[in-house]
């Protein structure tokens, strides 16, 4: 090879690693638990960015760009590369708390029309990385790649921290400032006229006086600081394995470098096995029984769930995989080892809006969980773990477990079918002509109820009708109608409930039709055969759900806010969306979700609002 | 307190596709009488009851009935304490769901005087231009009445998916004397047979759209006739 050759290859070589190391991925952090990587951003070009900010994975950061300087703009006009991936992450840890995204630059002056809120750190800066900071965020470039950041400590964190330097100076309880309780705000409460002046007043009584002494940080001053230097003392923690060590998150898990390389419009990562250190029901562990909380860390060691999402005219597709770890895969593979109940199938009615089924075999997971965890547990030098865990054994001898989970198998379906009126009383007034002087009427009325059915497999059907024919002498309200059991004004007070106890299910359901005319399954009106097939071959579970029909008609009102949130994202949309699983292995199970819809919205908008239905919970 | 019911029933205006409210007033000669104010959701109470069993909504905390019974206690005490109003009552049927209240008073004056005190003394709604809102005038012989506007005001507020269902709503205000009507100003207005009680009847979507449909003047015969 001539000199020239070497010289041109060798400037190949360099160009190819440098638009490598300009990767947006290069700058997710390793603390990241979650994220959407979206390879294909060019879909994004046209969305506005008002309305990409309205998305809830947008919201940590929108403080940024929701200020009216993007008012009419598109990703397109925000100077972005789109050749490089957009990526999207969240992690929490136990000290802090981080989230943002990353992307490719193509043109600075453009992006800082959008990010017009940052100055440059110089003490954080240098040549080859510049870091702006802004009141929430922070702006790292580095070359061709940009990554907005915003670090907070976790309040546990701070509290600590501030506790420990505020006993340390020898303060009492700052909590002995407040004098009352301080109620909840409650709907009864609702803010109106006048209100200002008085929360200022509340405020005045909350907090201390600082002019007490003005060189003394009160609580929450020394609160505010610690806060102040934590975050900084994060920032620069994060930004240092970031930028100087290079430790990012493809390379510190090769899981997710090799997802960076699949040929699909965004790849999603979720670290189950790091995310359990949010989970707050095990702050005990953490603190009382670090030795059995670490067992419970290795317990979940691999647990993380990987997934594609591919883009077809009409559907978004999203292949996902459940990777778990030797002791968790062990148990879900025994949970999951479980026939299909094709009983199930005659009490979905074909026109049903939205149903799923879901086949696990409790009695094998139990002994698979009791023969995993009860060794970690009797391994621990603790009095109360010992007495559960005599408690457990002796349970585990004395329970039948036969008539246990004969009772209850563990699979289990479900059906929305719908609204239906239902007959119900009211009292209404009624005036007397001569004086118009009223009284009270009892009258029939209507009221329309969701129609739900959801039942479990049962071998042991003597069970329930044990426990139902003695609650019936308890209450008149509970009769046996013989094909089925009535529990009157069950559903708040004002609607049946009824209960079917055969062919192997006991069903319960608000459902008259299907109490009275079918409680030996729908017959000809039953699910078809193709569909049933379709659950039938799914792995351990499957859904499927017609999105015009269930979501946009399901009852908001029973939902918490959270789960009120990820419906709103599918409201006003058409298709339908189906639910399919793989039989369950010792390492993984894969799920495959398709969302077909019509319309003419693209499928950008609808990738979208998907991400952010997933966003919401996982977050 | 009225607020508090107020916003408890607008809160269930908007999520109850038939509510029943009647206000009654009833004058004597000698400007005292009787006022009742009646609110029935019996034909919602899946939809009512499905509400309570939340713990918020729309990013608020919804009371539950202990905190509901609280307040309407505390409303009777301050209420019953106030110049010229006596013998407060508030029947609660959390089974059906429908709430009655009623109170004597001496005139009409303190009736609105007391109820705006009482407002005031349990909420932070001290100047709220709704309280000084008069809606009834009697002159001995005239009465001229609206709805409390306070009530107008909640429902004015209701969003567009909300007035949909308020139109199966229904707002009934019945005007009762001692003596004779001789004519009233409503159109919509009737008169009961025995000539003594003046009955305005809308949906709560009109009412919405038209704050001034249930407003009345009524003229009673003099007693020189």
């Known amino acids: ?619 | 307190m009225i607020k508090n019911l107020t916003i408890l029933l607008i809160l269930i205006f908007s999520l109850s596709s038939c509510i029943e409210i009647m206000d009654d007033l009833t004058i004597h000669a000698d400007g005292s009488g009787t006022f009742r104010y009646n609110v029935n959701l019996s034909s919602n109470k899946i939809k009512v009851n499905s509400i309570l069993a939340l713990d918020s909504l729309d990013g608020q905390k919804v009371p539950k009935i202990e905190d509901i019974k609280e307040k309407v206690q505390q409303f009777i005490k301050t209420l019953d304490a106030q110049n010229g109003i006596s013998n407060v009552k508030i029947e609660e049927n959390y089974t059906d769901f429908i709430f009655k209240f009623s109170c004597d008073f001496t005139n009409v004056l303190l009736l609105q005087e007391g109820i705006k005190t009482t407002i005031s003394s349990l909420t932070k709604e001290k100047n709220a231009s709704e309280l000084n809102h008069n809606w009834i005038i009697w002159d001995g012989t005239k009465l001229t009445r609206s709805i409390p506007a306070i009530t107008m005001n909640k429902v004015k507020d209701l969003k567009q998916n909300d007035i949909d269902q308020l139109k199966l709503g229904t707002y009934t205000s019945i005007s009762r004397f001692d003596k004779t009507v001789d004519k009233f100003s409503n159109p919509s207005a009737i008169l009961s047979k025995n000539r003594q009680a003046v009955m305005v009847k809308t949906d709560t979507y009109s009412l919405k759209e038209n704050p001034n449909i249930l407003e009345n003047v009524i003229y009673l015969i003099s007693n020189k006739n």
């Open chain 1, 1 to 619: 090879m001539s000199f020239k050759k070497q010289l041109l290859f060798s400037g190949f070589l360099l160009s190819f690693l440098s638009v490598k190391a300009q990767k947006s991925e290069n700058l997710i952090p390793k603390d990241a638990v979650t994220v959407f990587s979206i390879n294909n951003i060019n879909l994004f070009q046209k969305i506005s960015l008002d309305e990409l900010i309205s998305y809830d994975f947008m919201y940590e950061v929108h403080q940024e760009l929701f200020d009216g300087s993007t008012t009419g703009s598109t990703l397109k006009d925000s100077g972005l590369d789109f050749n490089q991936k957009l990526n999207v992450f969240y992690g929490k840890a136990q000290k802090s708390e981080i989230s943002g995204f990353s992307f490719g630059v193509k043109d600075q002056q453009k992006l800082f029309t959008v990010f017009d809120d940052f100055d440059l750190i110089e003490k954080m800066s240098n040549e080859k990385t510049k870091v702006y900071g802004s009141f929430f965020n922070n702006l790292i470039i580095r070359e061709n790649s940009a990554l907005l950041i915003r670090v907070e400590p976790t309040m546990d964190y701070i509290s600590e921290r501030t506790d420990s330097i505020w006993y340390a100076r020898g303060n009492e309880s700052p909590f002995d400032y407040f004098g009352d309780e301080i109620e909840e705000p409650s709907i009864l409460d609702e803010k109106v006229f006048g209100e200002e002046e008085e929360v200022i007043e509340e405020e005045t009584e909350l907090f201390p006086d600082a002019s007490e002494d003005p060189n003394v940080k009160n609580y929450y001053e020394l609160r505010d600081s610690v806060q102040l230097v934590l975050q900084q003392a994060q920032l620069e923690l994060i930004l240092n394995e970031l930028l100087v060590q290079n430790i990012n998150l493809p390379s510190f898990d090769s899981r997710f470098a090799i997802q960076l390389t699949h040929n699909s419009e965004g790849v999603f990562y979720m670290d189950n096995a790091r995310n359990i250190d949010k989970a707050s029901g095990l702050w005990y562990f953490q603190t009382v029984l670090p030795s059995l909380y670490k067992d419970i860390q290795e317990l979940y060691a691999g647990n993380v769930i990987l997934g594609d999402i591919y883009l077809k005219e009409h559907a978004v597709q999203f292949d996902i995989t459940a990777e778990y770890g030797v002791g968790l895969g062990a148990i879900y593979k025994e949970m999951n080892d479980s026939k299909f109940d094709k009983n199930i199938l005659k009490y979905i009615p074909n026109n049903s809006s939205g149903y799923f089924s879901y086949n696990v075999n409790m009695r094998q997971a139990y002994e698979k969980a009791y023969e995993i965890i009860m060794p970690i547990l009797s391994e621990e030098k603790n009095a109360q773990i010992a007495m559960n865990v005599l408690t457990i054994e002796l349970l585990n001898e004395f329970i039948n477990k036969d008539a246990l989970f004969g009772t209850y198998k563990g699979s289990m379906f479900g059906s929305f079918n719908g609204f239906k009126k239902i007959k119900t009383k009211k009292i209404e007034f009624f005036y007397d002509e001569e004086t118009f002087e009223y009284g009270e009427r009892v009258a029939e009325a209507e009221e329309d109820m969701p129609i739900f059915t959801y039942g479990i497999t049962i071998d042991r059907k003597d069970i329930p009708e044990k426990i139902l024919k003695h609650m019936g002498r308890l209450t008149s309200k509970i009769q046996n109608k013989g094909n089925y059991w009535i529990f009157e004004n069950a559903i708040f007070d004002a609607a049946p409930l009824y209960m079917i106890n055969k062919n192997g299910l006991f069903i319960l359901t608000n459902d008259e039709d299907l109490a009275i005319n079918h409680s030996n399954g729908y017959a000809s009106n039953k699910l078809n055969r193709k569909a049933g097939k379709k659950a039938k071959k799914s792995g351990f579970m499957y859904a499927n759900i017609n999105v015009a029909e269930t979501i946009n008609r399901f009852p908001m009102d029973v939902l918490n806010d959270r789960q009120n949130e990820i419906i709103q994202t599918l409201k006003g949309k058409s298709g339908s969306l189906e639910l399919l699983s793989s039989k369950t292995t010792i390492k993984k199970t894969d799920f495959k979700i398709e969302y077909t819809f019509q319309g003419d919205d693209t499928s950008g908008k609808h990738l979208l609002d998907l991400i952010n239905s997933i966003y919401i919970v996982t977050k």
